[in-house]
């Protein structure tokens, strides 16, 4: 706002004579009115004059997810854009306590002061580094060096009771720790010193901080998400980790000589997403010179991550000229103007995000009047459904409608027959994409139950509402004649966790709603059982 008092204040002082006292003129003179209409003119006017980014509110703001950035200084114009705070090097070991027991927080005090003034999420990042730590630990021995570690978490932990997200551990598959075995080594687990470090952030921070890890090139190959996913469960199983972060730096996707596989990449996400934890993109940039090749790369990858249901945050790392990691990744340039891929986050992030089909999804022995569930997109006023027997949806189009509401159930359609459907959302600023087509098979049967209490002509299981979910989720079912109904969930194990329903029923069609508090975030199985019907569904508990 530095350049807005340069403006406004000479006018205010020239116009409406600031600078002498309201006693000498009085407050009933002409010349006093006279100034301050003057004054009300040439502010009014002024402040039209300003641009709409001065007023402007986060890219983000209202949104189910943040856009964040990291941060390593306070500049004027961050919060016009993002509304989640990352310090770049600020929070790093190295850079608070270079010498040992001389610690330098200003910095980071800044950072995170900025945050919670702002009410932003505060991300540390970040406990232990294998890239980033204080030379003068390595001529330690192991006690000191684990003293020192532990020291360190605590510190942290205790000046800066309000993070919202810490990375305990980044990079430990790609960076060398050389203090690793003073906390443990490899250990039994093979992750020994991983686990103290959690133990430790679990035991100093804050009740409520939600402890991640956070590392690079994960989703290129399936080797490398299978080795974070049982990394991931090796904490999981502790109690110690609340999320992960997958960086999404540009040169995990494509590079000079290569370009991994999208479809790779969407399906080792989905992967991560079973697993039950949010999943924050921390580190996103792309370093490209050309104005219109970096935006066709953000209209590439950005959407692959803001529209996963499980990714619950995106941090760029970086947004202006000269200071910024990657170059060539900044998204204002050196006279501060917008370079066309900020310009299309603009649009793009208050435009409805596609919606995700649920259920039914690649599933046969369905109603012929089949009950079509997606997964609502933020700030969506209305809903564009499409239903037909061709996966092209061109021509034999059955379904063409449009409603406000997350679910419909369809009219009846042919009997055994194979239907592809797909759903678009929209709102005042535009139209998503639409969902990735699902299908289903009909079976030869229809469920109906009509408003005066008809029977369903056969017992039907549906796939619950949300899904992923948390805490509460909603799960449908019918029964063609009255009797014992037994609903329970399970884990993947066959360890029952929860009754839902056990007791006699009337004929119907029936929602009950299933609350996964206490239970930790994971997939889970459920199964109805009615007289000779029997089935099983999967729901998945994010936490």
Same mark, same amino acid.
């Given at each position: %706002?530095?350049?807005?008092?340069?403006?406004?204040?000479?006018?205010?002082?020239?116009?409406?004579?600031?600078?002498?006292? &309201?006693?000498? %003129?009085?407050?009933?003179?002409?010349?006093?009115?006279?100034?301050?209409?003057?004054?009300?003119?040439?502010?009014?006017?002024? &402040?039209?004059?300003?641009p709409?980014?001065?007023?402007?509110? *986060?890219?983000?703001?209202?949104?189910?997810?943040f856009?964040?950035?990291?941060?390593?200084?306070?500049?004027?114009?961050?919060?016009k854009?993002?509304?989640q &705070?990352?310090?770049?090097?600020?929070?790093?070991?190295?850079?608070?306590e270079?010498?040992q027991?001389?610690?330098?927080?200003?910095?980071?005090?800044?950072?995170y002061?900025?945050? %919670? +003034?702002?009410?932003? $999420?505060?991300?540390?990042?970040?406990?232990?580094?294998?890239?980033q730590?204080?030379?003068?630990?390595?001529?330690?021995?192991?006690?000191?060096?684990?003293?020192?570690v532990?020291?360190?978490?605590?510190?942290?932990?205790?000046?800066?009771?309000?993070?919202?997200?810490?990375?305990?551990? !980044?990079?430990?598959?790609?960076?060398?720790? *050389?203090?690793?075995n003073?906390?443990?080594?490899?250990?039994?687990?093979?992750?020994?010193?991983?686990?103290?470090?959690?133990?430790?952030?679990r035991?100093?921070?804050? *009740?409520?901080?939600?402890?991640?890890?956070?590392?690079?090139?994960?989703l290129?190959?399936?080797?490398?998400?299978?080795?974070? %996913?049982?990394?991931?469960?090796?904490?999981?199983?502790?109690?110690?980790?609340?999320?992960?972060?997958?960086q999404?730096?540009?040169? #995990?996707?494509?590079?000079?000589?290569?370009?991994?596989?999208?479809?790779t990449?969407k399906?080792?996400?989905?992967?991560?997403?079973?697993?039950?934890?949010?999943?924050?993109?921390?580190?996103?940039?792309?370093?490209? *010179?050309?104005?219109? @090749?970096?935006?066709? !790369?953000?209209?590439?990858?950005?959407?692959i991550?803001?529209?996963?249901?499980?990714?619950?945050?995106?941090?760029?790392w970086?947004?202006?000229?000269?200071?910024?990691w990657?170059?060539?990744?900044?998204?204002l340039?050196?006279?501060?103007?917008?370079?066309?891929a900020?310009?299309?986050?603009?649009?793009?992030?208050?435009?409805?995000?596609a919606?995700v089909?649920?259920?039914?999804?690649?599933?046969?022995?369905v109603?012929?009047?089949?009950?079509?569930?997606?997964?609502?997109s933020?700030?969506?006023?209305?809903?564009?459904?499409?239903?037909s027997?061709?996966?092209?949806?061109? $021509?034999?189009?059955i379904?063409?409608? +449009?409603?406000t509401?997350?679910?419909?159930?369809?009219?009846?359609?042919?009997?055994?027959?194979?239907?592809?459907?797909?759903?678009?959302?929209?709102? #005042?600023?535009?139209?998503?994409?639409?969902?990735?087509?699902?299908?289903?098979?009909?079976?030869?049967?229809?469920?109906?139950?009509?408003d005066?209490?008809?029977?369903?002509?056969?017992?039907?299981?549906?796939?619950?509402? $949300?899904?992923?979910?948390?805490? @509460?989720?909603?799960?449908?079912?019918?029964?063609?004649?009255?009797?014992?109904?037994?609903?329970?969930v399970y884990?993947?194990?066959?360890?029952e966790?929860?009754?839902?329903?056990?007791?006699?029923?009337?004929?119907g069609?029936?929602?009950?709603?299933?609350?996964g +508090?206490?239970?930790a975030?994971? &997939?889970?199985?459920?199964?109805?059982?009615?007289?000779?019907?029997?089935?099983?569904?999967?729901?998945?508990?994010?936490?």
């Open positions: %706002m530095h350049d807005l008092n340069i403006l406004i204040y000479p006018l205010l002082q020239r116009y409406a004579n600031l600078t002498k006292p &309201v006693s000498v %003129m009085g407050f009933g003179s002409p010349r006093f009115w006279k100034q301050c209409s003057i004054f009300i003119f040439v502010f009014v006017f002024v &402040v039209g004059l300003l709409l980014q001065l007023i402007a509110q *986060p890219l983000a703001s209202g949104k189910s997810k856009l964040g950035c990291s941060m390593r200084s306070i500049r004027t114009n961050f919060s854009y993002w509304n &705070v990352t310090p770049d090097n600020a929070g790093k070991w190295a850079s608070v270079s010498s027991d001389q610690y330098n927080w200003t910095p980071l005090d800044n950072i002061n900025y945050a %919670m +003034t702002n009410g932003f $999420p505060y991300r540390h990042h970040t406990f232990i580094w294998g890239s730590y204080p030379g003068w630990i390595t001529s330690l021995d192991s006690a000191s060096q684990r003293a020192q532990e020291e360190w978490i605590r510190l942290v932990g205790t000046r800066y009771p309000n993070i919202n997200f810490v990375d305990v551990v !980044n990079e430990p598959f790609t960076t060398q720790v *050389p203090f690793k003073a906390l443990g080594g490899d250990g039994a687990t093979g992750w020994d010193w991983v686990i103290t470090a959690f133990r430790w952030a035991q100093y921070c804050a *009740p409520g901080v939600k402890l991640h890890l956070n590392e690079y090139n994960i290129h190959n399936n080797t490398a998400t299978d080795r974070y %996913m049982a990394l991931i469960d090796t904490l999981k199983v502790r109690g110690l980790i609340d999320g992960f972060g997958i999404g730096h540009y040169f #995990e996707f494509k590079g000079s000589g290569y370009t991994w596989s999208i479809p990449i399906s080792n996400l989905d992967r991560l997403a079973a697993k039950g934890l949010p999943i924050y993109i921390t580190e996103f940039d792309i370093n490209e *010179p050309v104005d219109s @090749v970096q935006l066709q !790369n953000y209209k590439t990858y950005f959407p991550f803001w529209e996963h249901p499980a990714v619950k945050g995106i941090t760029l970086g947004y202006v000229d000269g200071d910024i990657q170059g060539n990744a900044n998204l340039d050196s006279r501060n103007a917008e370079r066309p900020l310009q299309w986050l603009r649009t793009y992030i208050v435009s409805p995000f919606p089909a649920i259920s039914p999804v690649g599933v046969g022995g109603p012929r009047n089949p009950v079509l569930f997606w997964h609502s933020d700030s969506a006023t209305s809903y564009h459904l499409q239903v027997t061709s996966s092209t949806f061109s $021509p034999s189009i379904t063409d409608t +449009t409603i509401d997350t679910t419909i159930q369809l009219s009846p359609l042919a009997e055994s027959t194979r239907y592809y459907w797909r759903v678009s959302a929209s709102n #005042e600023h535009g139209t998503s994409e639409y969902s990735t087509a699902a299908y289903f098979k009909t079976d030869i049967f229809i469920v109906s139950v009509s005066d209490g008809g029977i369903p002509a056969q017992p039907f299981l549906s796939q619950n509402y $949300p899904n992923p979910f948390n805490p @509460v989720t909603r799960i449908q079912y019918s029964i063609p004649e009255n009797g014992y109904v037994s609903l329970k884990s993947l194990v066959g360890t966790v929860a009754i839902v329903i056990s007791g006699v029923q009337h004929a069609r029936h929602t009950v709603m299933f609350e +508090t206490g239970l975030g994971g &997939v889970y199985l459920y199964r109805l059982q009615s007289g000779n019907f029997m089935e099983t569904r999967k729901l998945l508990l994010l936490k």
